[in-house]
């Protein structure tokens, strides 16, 4: 039944990019006017957004792959269908977008950082991928990507030569992140079919790239990788009372009217 | 766009004061033979950030061939001249001439009637 494991194999690597970018692009967006300062709170807004296009992409392919509707997908699936890293469900710190929002500017640009080199790598490797709708939306997002990067480049570079508390402080954020990342680079139950149909080419040396990638971004700023944590995998769709709230806020108009036309 | 790139003059350049944002004045060539023209000011930390956030927030949907960010306190201004750039220079200009093509008429008729005269 290869073409049934090849059918799981693709909705799990479709469900893992959509929910990562629906995620993190909920997240990001919670900074819209409480980013450091207005021209950083455009540029930031404008990342967020792009991620949530990323999501509506794989959320359309993944539509046509397990079928229903791609805003259903979004919005209805419960906590545990999830498969988002779990670094990217965390707040971005005390209090809540609606809240008193006591928001950690470092945790979001280290968290946004580890994530989108992650992004990068894996979007090196589907830009190969054999479901070839994959591999063309890879190809389009990937080039939004490489500005993100640098982005977040710019912004370790600058906080590297503030001096020492700005350099303590995303320490901190580094670890805090990095505490919940155990998860963010594997890719689930399903990653030797993913690598054997070619889904995802090279998919088990996904995380060595990604570590790579971090160490060389961080090793000439003098921060290192700190070590992985977490117990719970979102892949495996074990995630924490964050996801719950965040997807419950995300929803709430979608929920009150199912199926309506925006 | 390559202003950004790792290894390029903006990533060499420090922040203009460590841990301050300071005013850049942004200017972009919108063509490969267009003038350099003032686009908007920002506040940024560096003038690596300055190139990123004048690119996204004032140039999102425009295509651009160049992209330059001067430190504001880097622009010499010619304060307090105001008035001297304002004095009246008329007699500089062909306009304030303009009175001797009637002269010019004027005396070439006075001749033209003398001449009949004789």
Known sequence: ????????????????????????????????????????????????????????????????????????????????????????????????????????????????????????????????????????????????????????AMWLRDIARGGAEYRRRLQIALDRAAADAVDLASVGPMAAEMETFGLLPDASHLGDDWRARVVQALDPLGWSLPPLGGTLNGRHGEHTQDLTLLLRDLGEVYRSSPGASW | ???????????????????????????????????????????????????????????????IFDLWVVPRDAVARAEGADELFRLPKTYREVSDYQYLVGKWRQYHQQAMTRDTMA
């Open chain 1, 1 to 152: 039944m290869a073409v049934d494991r090849y059918h799981l194999a693709l909705t799990e690597l479709l469900m893992q990019l959509a929910d990562d970018d629906l995620v993190v692009a909920t997240r990001a967006g919670e900074w819209l006017g409480l980013a450091p300062h207005l021209e950083e709170d455009v540029a930031f807004s404008s990342i967020a957004q792009d991620e949530m296009g990323h999501a509506a992409t794989y959320f359309s392919l993944l539509a046509t792959i397990h079928g229903g509707d791609r805003d259903d997908l979004a919005h209805l699936r419960p906590t545990m269908a999830r498969r988002n890293s779990v670094m990217l469900e965390r707040p971005n710190g005390r209090g809540t977008y609606r809240d008193e929002p006591h928001f950690d500017w470092a945790y979001a640009l280290a968290r946004h950082f580890f994530y989108d080199t992650l992004e990068i790598a894996r979007l090196d490797r589907l830009v190969q991928s054999a479901h070839r709708p994959l591999a063309e939306a890879a190809a389009k997002i990937r080039r939004e990507e490489r500005y993100h990067s640098q982005h977040h």
């Open chain 2, 1 to 63: 766009m390559t202003t950004d790139e790792p290894g390029s003059v903006a990533d060499q350049m420090v922040p203009t004061d460590q841990g301050e944002l300071a005013v850049y004045e942004v200017f972009a060539q919108t063509s490969e033979r267009g003038t350099v023209e003032w686009q908007a000011s920002l506040l940024a930390g560096s003038p690596a950030m300055a190139l990123m956030l004048a690119r996204e927030n004032f140039l999102r949907r425009r295509e």
